[in-house]
Every structure is written in C-alpha cells, then in structure tokens.
C-alpha cells in the first residue's frame, strides 16, 4: 500500500531551516524560520517560563488527563489576554491546541463541518501553511490582494474590492497583527472600515494570532482582534503562545469561537471539544500550563510582560537601524517601509532571483519570497545585510 504515496511538495521555510544547517561558511545569516532570537542567535527560554517550570515541577502531583478542551483556566486566562472585555465571558467557547497550527487546523475543521461547501479567503500572499492545509483539506483558499510590493504596504483597495466579493457562508482569514509574511498592517482606520465591508458581507472572519506582543505592544496587537469579535455576529481566533511565551516546541494555542447568540455556547464548545478527541483526544498540557501559571500570577506575569516588551522594542531597534544604514547606502528613502513593518517579518518584494543572490554570494539565508525575519540580525549582521542588499541591486 505505502507505493502508493507520492512525494509531498517540501514545507519551503523548514526546507530553508535545513539548508542554512547544512551551509558551512562561519558568517552566514538566518533570516529565514519565525523564531526569535537574540543578539548571540540564542532562542532563550524566558524567565518566567524557566520559573513557573520549577514550580510545576514541585507542585504538580499527577499526569492524568486534563479535560478534552484542556484546563479551563488556560482558556479563561489566554481568552482575557486575547479579548480583555471586549466580549461577555459566555460568548466564547474555547480548546486549548496543539500550537497555533493546532488551532487554525481545528478551525478549519469546525467551519467545514458547519458548511462543506465553505470557502476561504486569505491573503495574497499568506503564511504558506494555511494554503497547504486548506488544500490538504479539500477546501477551496480564495486570494484576496493585500502586499504592495512597490510601496512595501498594504493594498487596502484592492484588499477592499476582493473581500467585498465574499459571502455568507464563506470564512475571512485575517493576521490579527504582524501579517505573516509581509510585516505590513492595516491602520486602525483601515480596520474599522474593513470590519463593516465583512458584516456587509455575511461571511465569518477568523484571526490567526501568532505574534500578540511582537508589534506595538500586547493590547495594541489584540486591539483589531477585539474590535472585529465585539462588532460581528461570529469570530474565530486561533491564537499561538509559541512566540510570545517563547515555548514553540511545547505545542500551546488556543482556538476560540466568539459568538453574541449565547444559547448556543454548549453546541460550539462540545463541537470543538468533539474535534479535539477526533483529531488527537486531549491536547497537550505542559506549556498551556506554563501559561496558565505565567498569566495567573503577578510577579511571573510581570516578568514576561517586561521581558515580551524587551524583546519586541530590541525588533524595532533593528529595525530603525537597518532603514536608517539602508537609507546610507542607497543614498534614498526606499526601504523606509521596513521601519513601518511590525513584528518578526518583513518582506522585502523583490524576486526569487535576488533571494538566490543573498544566499549564493552572501551567505543570507530568507524565504523565496523575500520575507525576512528581523529577529534573526544583530547590530553587527545589520551593516551586512545592507550591504549585500545593495550589492546584489536590490
Ligand atoms: C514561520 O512562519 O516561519 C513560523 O510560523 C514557523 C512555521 O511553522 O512556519
């Protein structure tokens, strides 16, 4: 039976993990996997998590089973950093997940089993997981236009004009904050506007938060999320504490389904409680626990909200000094849009071609695309990397 199987296409960012491995020169640079690192190219383990660690290993007392969605106040706890009060405690039901991926996957499987003949809309360009889950599922990814590649921001025209094509029925895949893999976002302005056009339509906006901290702050990156859940009938949320609780191989996320018709709570959360035992039975515990701890006590809490904040104003310092060496040495203001960019990626719009010449002559490993993670740069690559930019006529 196993001849049967073909060869799957190769995830293209773990693809480039495992090239950038395998490069032997000493001063070559990974800018290519959504990781954090700091100025040594560590991925550290944050203190708040390495202390609520020690705790649980003295406080916890069994293994067994936790419950199919997992821990309440997992869900009570990532549901208030999410949402604050932008919605009644009883509007959302919510399963803990295996990651954010965990999460959207299960999202997907919800809104197929409401309507199989649903069809989602995602941005062009997106992170390129949902497009190889959706067609693994079976369900139609329709592209709605969202990069400007000659100013580096969003088209919000052309964003608007295809999304206003969607229907009931249909679901709006957003990037709560931190657009994956472009960087670029809309402005609060553009929000609110875009919220009515998806009311207009009927269809059901779903928000994959993967980066809530990375942009302009923890309640300024949830702020769309809580406007868009507060203004529309339904809203999904799969939200990823990988980056932000810095716990990627922990597997921790949340999907959430925000609803204002209340009497039907128990039919959403027995569902996605039923799609949890369908697909893996009870999610995993430890780092939804990690978090549960993190958010529940002040001292912890504080510690990761000032590490968190650390780390996505050390972004926006490299940020701000490549524009600034960019500017220098291009003698113009053409990359300013990376200064504007938030959170870990920014993508920098020019064609596989010069990604290749990175690579070849420079040793600068980035996704095909042209995304860049920002957090993969130090103060001493940055010169570096401006360098080869120009060099290769970017
Ligand atoms: C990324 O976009 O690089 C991250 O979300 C990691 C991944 O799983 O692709």
């Not at 383990?45 to 390495?50: F, L, Q, S, T």
């Not at 992170?127 to 400007?148: C, E, Q, T, V």
Request: glycine fraction near 10%.
């Amino acid at each position: 039976m196993f001849e049967q199987l073909q060869e799957q296409p190769a995830d293209k960012i773990l693809a480039l993990m495992q090239a950038f491995r395998e490069d032997p020169r000493e001063d070559k640079i990974d800018l290519g996997v959504g990781v954090y690192k700091d100025a040594n190219g560590n991925t550290p383990i944050m203190r708040a998590i390495k202390d609520a660690e020690k705790r649980l290993w003295e406080e916890e007392t069994t293994k067994a089973y936790t419950g199919l969605a997992g821990d309440p106040l997992f869900a009570e706890r990532m549901s208030r950093l999410v949402l604050a009060d932008a919605v009644e405690a009883d509007a959302v039901s919510a399963v803990a997940t295996p990651g954010g991926t965990g999460a959207v996957r299960q999202a997907f499987d919800m809104v197929r089993l409401a309507n199989p003949e649903v069809r989602v809309h995602v941005s062009d360009p997106t992170w390129p997981n949902h497009l190889s889950i959706l067609k693994h599922m079976g369900i139609p990814a329709i592209p709605y236009r969202y990069f400007d590649s000659e100013t580096g921001g969003v088209d919000y025209e052309g964003m608007i004009a295809d999304l206003s094509q969607a229907r009931s029925g249909d679901v709006i895949l957003l990037h709560g904050c931190c657009h994956n893999p472009t960087g670029a976002n809309l402005t609060q302005g553009q929000w609110h506007q875009l919220i009515e056009i998806i009311k207009s339509t009927g269809a059901t906006p779903m928000i994959d938060l993967a980066y809530q901290g990375f942009g302009d702050g923890l309640d300024e990156d949830a702020g769309p999320t809580r406007e868009v859940a507060a203004a529309c009938p339904e809203t999904l949320i799969a939200a990823s504490c990988s980056k932000n609780f810095g716990i990627y191989r922990e597997r921790t996320g949340i999907l959430m389904a925000v609803s204002n018709d209340t009497s039907k709570k128990k039919v959403t959360q027995g569902t996605l409680a039923y799609l949890n035992r369908q697909n893996y039975s009870f999610p995993p515990d430890h780092g939804a626990r990690l978090v549960l701890m993190v958010l529940g006590d002040e001292g912890l809490r504080a510690d990761w909200m000032s590490e968190l904040e650390d780390v996505r104003t050390g972004m926006l310092e490299l940020r701000r000094l490549l524009t600034d060496e960019l500017r220098e040495r291009s003698g113009s203001d053409r990359f300013g849009f990376l200064a504007q960019h938030r959170g870990m990626f920014s993508r920098l719009g020019v064609g596989p071609d010069k990604v290749e010449a990175l690579r070849e002559k420079h040793g600068i490993y980035m996704v095909g695309d042209s995304r860049m993670n920002i957090a993969g740069l130090n103060r001493d690559t940055v010169p570096k990397l401006a360098e080869a930019i120009i060099d290769v006529g970017i």
